[in-house]
């Protein structure tokens, strides 16, 4: 469904800033060792930021592979860029994985018993399976036991259904120490390989924050996402090289006078402690924000208002008393601003990373560059 601008500023919705975007991607190709690629994430919509539209910006600025979590992820970028190189991270179902291989899309196999419904599918759609091998190294999430791998990796090989182009792992960041070990872990399997005949094209371990913490391992490829979208590895020295590069805005419905002793929404426990002038905002948990009680702040002309009251599932309350010149239908700053994404993330308990993503369906994405609106998509769609 077609979207004016107008339409989409009306009530909740989020800027999306493409030079922050691609000065962001500059800047990871930057940091990037001599012969290492750049795997841009995609998972989440972007992080919330949308997909194809990223996807499309970003493939101007010359990149060709992308990663996802699943397989209608993607199609979606198959969509609208059918030449890209997509790696599905996770799971590809059985109901998927013959359209996925049919596609030339790369898959991520796990696990004996995955690697031999690859095989399967595979045979079906007449056509070899394009792999990367996940290696459980530490993070104790999915991927081969390293101890089983290279068998496992040569018997896929012999089987004539898949074509292995990737080796990889991620790391838990929980230390040094355990980071070097699952490194270790991940080329000691790629040189065994290599020593039984099978050379792997692209062997890759990092994420955004092993991309600036180890630049001696960044191997054949780095695989970033946060960093793409201004989340930046914590106590980073360079910030700007990251920017936030979605602000999340809607507006004021109704400003009420409220006696002082009176709590507001479904709140029962922070009543009013002087009378005060309370903005309902057209926003909610549902398009993103933390259900919060009482915590927090947003921006209204360049000055904080505290979050009044229970954040409601479409609607939510500040206290402006301090803002005389706030008005119904100002406009309102949820994220971005000077509401960083680390204060965001910190006020709700949430990742930073899942405090873009959780972004609502129903907010429009607004798409600017170097100031101008270039276009505006119906998340819903």
């Not at 006696?259 to 507001?264: P, V, Y």
């Not at 402006?320 to 601003?337: N, R, S």
Request: aromatic fraction near 6%; hydrophobic fraction near 45%.
């Amino acid at each position: 469904m077609d979207i004016t601008y107008e339409e989409a500023v009306s009530r909740c919705w989020a800027e999306v800033d493409l030079s922050r975007l691609v000065t962001n991607y500059r800047n990871a190709l930057a940091h990037l060792s001599a012969g290492t690629q750049l795997i841009c994430v995609l998972k989440a919509d972007a992080y919330g930021l949308g997909a194809p539209v990223v996807a499309s910006r970003l493939w101007q600025e010359g990149q060709r592979m992308f990663a996802v979590a699943s397989y209608n992820e993607a199609a979606q970028i198959r969509r609208v860029l059918p030449e890209s190189e997509v790696l599905i991270l996770g799971l590809c179902g059985d109901a998927q994985l013959e359209k996925a291989i049919a596609a030339g899309m790369l898959l991520t196999v796990f696990s004996s018993a995955y690697a031999r419904r690859v095989e399967a599918a595979a045979a079906k759609a007449g056509k070899a399976a394009r792999v990367h091998v996940k290696l459980e190294t530490g993070l104790n999430r999915i991927g081969f036991d390293p101890q089983i791998a290279v068998d496992e990796v040569c018997a896929m090989q012999e089987s004539g259904f898949v074509r292995l182009e990737g080796l990889f792992t991620h790391l838990a960041l929980r230390d040094a120490a355990s980071d070097r070990r699952q490194i270790d872990l991940l080329t000691a399997c790629r040189d065994a390989l290599a020593a039984r005949g099978i050379h792997i094209p692209m062997t890759h371990a990092l994420d955004s924050i092993g991309m600036v913490r180890y630049p001696q391992d960044h191997l054949d490829a780095v695989r970033t996402g946060a960093w793409l979208y201004g989340v930046y590895p914590r106590g980073y020295a360079h910030p700007e090289e990251s920017r936030l590069a979605m602000t999340v805005k809607t507006r004021i419905a109704q400003l009420h006078r409220v006696k002082a002793g009176e709590c507001l929404g479904y709140d029962e426990s922070h009543p009013l402690a002087r009378d005060g002038v309370i903005a309902t905002l057209s926003a909610g948990y549902i398009d993103g924000y933390p259900r919060l009680n009482s915590i927090g702040e947003v921006e209204i002309r360049g000055r904080r208002a505290p979050v009044a009251g229970l954040v409601c599932m479409d609607q939510m309350m500040v206290d402006v008393t301090d803002i005389p010149q706030a008005q119904e239908g100002d406009e309102v700053i949820l994220l971005g601003g000077s509401i960083g994404v680390d204060e965001y993330a910190s006020l709700g308990g949430l990742n930073r990373n899942e405090s873009l993503a959780r972004t609502g369906r129903r907010v429009p994405r607004i798409y600017i560059e170097n100031g101008k609106v270039v276009s505006v998509a119906e998340a819903m769609d």
